[in-house]
């Protein structure tokens, strides 16, 4: 096993390391950091205040726009000249959010992805396809060095190209895909298309599958099609990239490394503290960053965290799977809706394919429309009940969310296919409202 010792660390230890780590990281970072100090003297606490784990919360919180605020560098702690790396994530606003690395972040960041790759299922004698795009996104070279480290061999493929993807695929026996999981849902089918039967063809073992949310149904669909485990890998690049989190075989649950990262959950809207097991956003302490420490990072991502030991053996806590952004939520009509939701409930939906669109639009009131496309594998023949099928649909989909929804069904291909991250939603009421602004 991959650094036995930090991925079985036991509860106890976990913790003692935490408060050891943390109390350092404080000092560190309100020391080296401007911002910091900052943000200390306005809270009107010292580093001296923080003495356990529970003082955390006196400290206030860090967020993405704290980044863009310190465009191009970032928040350094160390000089310019110590940085070996940056990452930067394109922003909707135009400033991009840029992360630096020294050495030893890097270091950190590789051991982290090795034993991520490890706690899902690979193995060094595996062969990785790494089909995460590759440059300033933290995906590519993230998935990369981290297998490099655990020992396996990288086809460092990137996105796109999926017919070259799919014949390196097969000549090469691949064991393990790295990718997104849409791309993986878009390779299988690519696959099937150029007549390959994906489970029976490749020898796909594992698949590393991060950098947006998804369904446990869109989890099955992969499974079954390419005959892999398909394991979900969190990350984001203010803290390293991917590797924060993966599941474990068990697949109970996204193992968070609790020797580098403190977890909290906090309420999003009050930004209190909430009791353990309650859901809500995760905010992270990173417990050893040289060039960019981060405390009390908000991620908008809403979860439940798991204290129990895991039946892997592992103690590191889980985050039960991310259904969610809340930057991606949709308030529809005054309903909170997420995506996810949508589509768990079009892959119920027998006769409806993999893709779909949701389009969010208001003339008086706000409408909700998905496109979605037929499932023409599921008909016998080219004639299906066409209204037979959008009435289930749409029935599926006011089930889940209680608003209703005008659905539209497409010929299989209609909706553009992406390879990186998946442009599912357009919410059609922001141009409206950007218009008026005018
Ligand atoms: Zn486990």
Redesign the pocket.
């Known amino acids: 096993m991959f650094n036995e010792k930090a991925q079985m660390m036991k509860g106890d230890k976990i913790r003692e390391l935490q408060k050891e780590k943390m109390l350092k990281m404080v000092r560190y970072a309100h020391d080296n950091v401007p911002m910091y100090k900052r943000k200390f003297k306005e809270a009107g606490i010292t580093p001296s205040d923080i003495k356990s784990i529970d003082d955390i919360h006196k400290i206030p919180f860090t967020v993405k726009d704290d980044l863009r605020d310190h465009y191009p560098y970032g928040i350094l702690a160390v000089p310019k000249e110590k940085v070996v790396r940056f990452h930067a994530s394109s922003g909707t606003t135009g400033t991009p959010t840029v992360v630096s690395y020294t050495r030893n972040d890097l270091d950190t960041w590789y051991d982290l992805m090795a034993r991520t790759y490890n706690a899902a299922g690979v193995e060094p004698e595996d062969i990785v396809q790494n089909a995460y795009g590759y440059g300033l996104f933290t995906g590519g070279l993230g998935f990369h060095s981290g297998a490099e480290k655990l020992g396996c061999a990288v086809l460092p493929t990137a996105t796109g190209n999926t017919k070259k993807q799919i014949k390196l695929m097969y000549d090469f026996q691949t064991n393990v895909l790295a990718c997104t999981p849409s791309y993986a849902i878009y390779l299988s089918e690519a696959a099937e298309n150029f007549g390959y039967k994906p489970a029976k063809d490749f020898n796909l073992r594992v698949g590393m599958f991060g950098a947006e949310p998804w369904s446990d149904e869109a989890r099955a669909s992969i499974q079954e099609s390419f005959g892999l485990k398909a394991q979900d890998v969190y990350g984001m690049s203010e803290l390293y990239g991917p590797g924060v989190a993966v599941e ?1 075989p ?1 697949q ?1 649950g996204l ?1 968070i490394w609790g020797d580098e990262f403190y977890v909290e959950t906090i309420d999003p809207i009050s930004g209190e503290v909430l009791p353990e097991g309650e859901k809500g956003e995760l905010v992270f302490t990173m417990l050893s960053r040289e060039a960019m420490p981060l405390l009390r990072y908000r991620t908008k991502d809403i979860a439940v965290i798991n204290y129990e030991e ?3 053996g ?1 103690a590191h806590p ?1 985050i039960m799977r991310i259904k969610g952004r809340s930057d991606d939520m949709l308030i529809i009509g005054g309903v909170n809706v997420f995506p996810s939701q949508i589509e768990a409930a079009l892959l119920e939906t027998e006769g409806i394919g993999e893709h779909y669109q949701i389009i969010v639009d208001r003339d008086v009131l706000d409408k909700l429309y998905v496109k979605a496309e037929v499932d023409r594998g599921h008909y016998e023949s080219d004639e299906y009940d066409e209204e037979e099928l959008l009435k289930r649909t749409s029935e599926n989909i006011t089930a889940v969310l209680n608003i209703r929804a005008r659905v539209k069904l497409l010929e299989p291909g209609s909706i553009p296919r992406t390879v990186g991250k998946a442009k599912r939603v357009l919410d059609m009421r922001e141009e409206h409202d950007r218009i008026e602004d005018v």
């Open positions: 474990c068990k109970n193992h895991c039946g892997c592992r889980r």
